[in-house]
């Protein structure tokens, strides 16, 4: 079975991939190579740590994922707006799926979300950045099987 992680960042590639969003099916998870004008829009998801507390005395841990959904647009005279639009939408998707929902049964919860533009000459983009924390309870034995 594939770790707790990537079941998490799975289920939630799916939920922006298939949300109808800008980006559409343009929905990265831990994407290395530099966006091309091409590529936008698209969100970027990126595994950012996770913290492990125990819950019960029975060896079951409540775990912390978080993530960032970095929402991409190639730069235009409106990027900025339309980069606040963008992520109120990836927003919606992820509070409101019941897929993630259901995986991260302790809670679905926005951190905080932050706007930068960079790039180069050709490839200058605006993004609006939100962090996420995915919780969830595993048994330390059983780290791949989410409660």
Known sequence: ?????KQLLDALQTVLATGGTVAASRVYVDRVDTLQSADMPAVLIDEMGES???FTISGI??????????CVLAHSSTAAADAREFALAVEKLI???TTLAALASQGVRLQNTRPSADGEVDRIYCARTQTW??????????PDTIF
């Open 95 to 97: 509070a409101n799926s």
């Open 1 to 5: 079975m594939a770790s707790a992680q």
């Open 133 to 142: 924390d995915l919780s969830y309870l595993a048994r330390g034995a059983t």
């Open 52 to 54: 492990v507390q125990p």
């Open 61 to 70: 841990d409540a775990r912390t994922l978080t993530v960032q959904a970095k």
